[in-house]
């Protein structure tokens, strides 16, 4: 079994910061990638960013530059640090993690940014 859960969302006020954790445990030790999705209410799910085992960061073309990923392989864990937070960022944020061809999701951290 692998388990992966997230935490750190929260009701926010525009401007400010949250940082999201992932951790990875079970049968899986070493992801290759690691990263994040989100939906917004009513929107489709869509790749907010991944990481590799070696550091290599991806962002999709509409994830504005305030978004950082990191991972730490020692822990198992990802991360996503979101700065200057704005209504439209409000979503449940998923992590995701594959290893070969097989893939897992976590449950979801909501993240509600309204003034």
């Known amino acids: 079994q692998v388990q992966l859960v997230e935490s750190g969302g929260d009701l926010v006020q525009p401007g400010e910061f949250l940082r999201l954790s992932c951790v990875a445990s079970g049968r899986i030790f070493s992801f290759h990638t690691m990263g994040w999705y989100r939906q917004a209410p009513g929107k489709q799910r869509e790749l907010v960013g991944t990481?590799?085992?070696?550091?290599?960061?991806n962002y999709a073309d509409s994830v504005p530059g305030r978004f950082t990923i990191s991972r730490d392989n020692a822990k198992n864990t990802v991360y996503l640090q979101m700065n200057s937070l704005r209504p439209e960022d409000t979503a449940v944020y998923y992590c995701?993690?594959?290893?070969?061809?097989?893939?897992?999701w976590g449950q979801g951290t909501q993240v509600i940014v309204d003034s």
């Open positions: 995701y993690a594959r290893f070969s061809d097989e893939e897992y």
């Open positions: 990481v590799t085992d070696d550091g290599t960061t």
